[in-house]
């Protein structure tokens, strides 16, 4: 098992310029999370998707940011313009239907966004 | 409020000994599940531990325990016998409503341990 597999692992961009993070969750994991991690924030979740359906979006910061589900196995998070204040730590983790054992919320490694 | 509350910015230990990382929570949802993170400084989310509302007995994984008190909200952690290899940031975590359908863990500020030799 691979684990949750994000990408890129680190990614600076420039101020208005478009941003694509990928994650590829765990198979069979039908629930997908994205959480973003600032200092000032801590970690907070941004939105989820259940059977790739979005289920709730409530911390998507705002309209610069969209994230989609296309299949079962690959979800993005889109920021678009980017600004410096989206940069963060990206998580994607993903959890397996039914009531979550311990080991159901899987997060992947990261990706490090820095946007100058 | 703040859901989750950790309390401690920073701890130190020294090398074998034990520590506890206090964890305190909000909710008025009877059904809970309580889950401890460890993100070393290399940045990645590692599971430690689960502590559900409705379990009779505190939870255990090896030299990690957490110390549940139901009628105080907390949840604190115990590692006992410190290693190096412990210091990291610990995060409390807690999803609430676990008979429905929602899967959102929310996530304390984080205490930063460091273990000394």
């Known amino acids: 098992d691979a684990g949750v597999i994000q990408s890129p692992r680190h990614e600076v961009t420039e101020m208005g310029q478009e941003v694509t993070l990928r994650c590829k969750p765990i198979?069979?994991?039908?629930?997908l999370f994205w959480y973003r991690q600032t200092m000032m924030r801590g970690l907070e979740l941004l939105i989820y998707?259940?059977?790739?359906?979005?289920?709730?979006d409530s911390g998507m910061p705002e309209d610069r940011f969209s994230a989609k589900m296309p299949n079962a196995s690959f979800s993005t998070l889109k920021i678009q313009p980017s600004e410096p204040r989206d940069s963060a730590v990206y998580f994607c983790?993903?959890?397996?239907?039914?009531?979550?054992?311990?080991?159901?919320?899987?997060f992947g490694s990261g990706t490090r966004l820095t946007v100058v | 409020a703040q859901k989750i509350t950790q309390t401690q910015p920073g701890m130190f230990v020294q090398e074998k000994e034990a520590v506890t990382l206090d964890c305190t929570y909000d909710?008025?949802?009877?059904?809970?599940?309580l889950f401890w993170y460890k993100q070393p400084s290399s940045g990645e989310m590692i599971f430690l531990i689960y502590?559900?509302?409705?379990?009779?007995q505190n939870a255990t994984e090896g030299r990690y325990s957490l110390n549940f008190q139901k009628a105080r909200k907390s949840a604190n952690l115990v590692i006992s016998a410190s290693q190096l290899g412990d210091s990291a940031m610990y995060f409390c975590?807690?999803?609430?409503?676990?008979?429905?359908?929602?899967?959102?863990?929310?996530f304390g500020k984080g205490t930063l341990l460091t273990v000394n030799p």
């Open positions: 983790a993903s959890s397996p239907p039914g009531q979550p054992p311990p080991y159901g919320y899987t």
């Open positions: 502590q559900g509302s409705y379990d009779q």
């Open positions: 998707f259940n059977n790739n359906v979005p289920i709730d």
């Open positions: 909710t008025s949802d009877p059904s809970y599940g």
């Open positions: 198979s069979g994991h039908d629930y």
């Open positions: 975590a807690m999803r609430e409503g676990l008979g429905g359908s929602n899967y959102k863990l929310t």
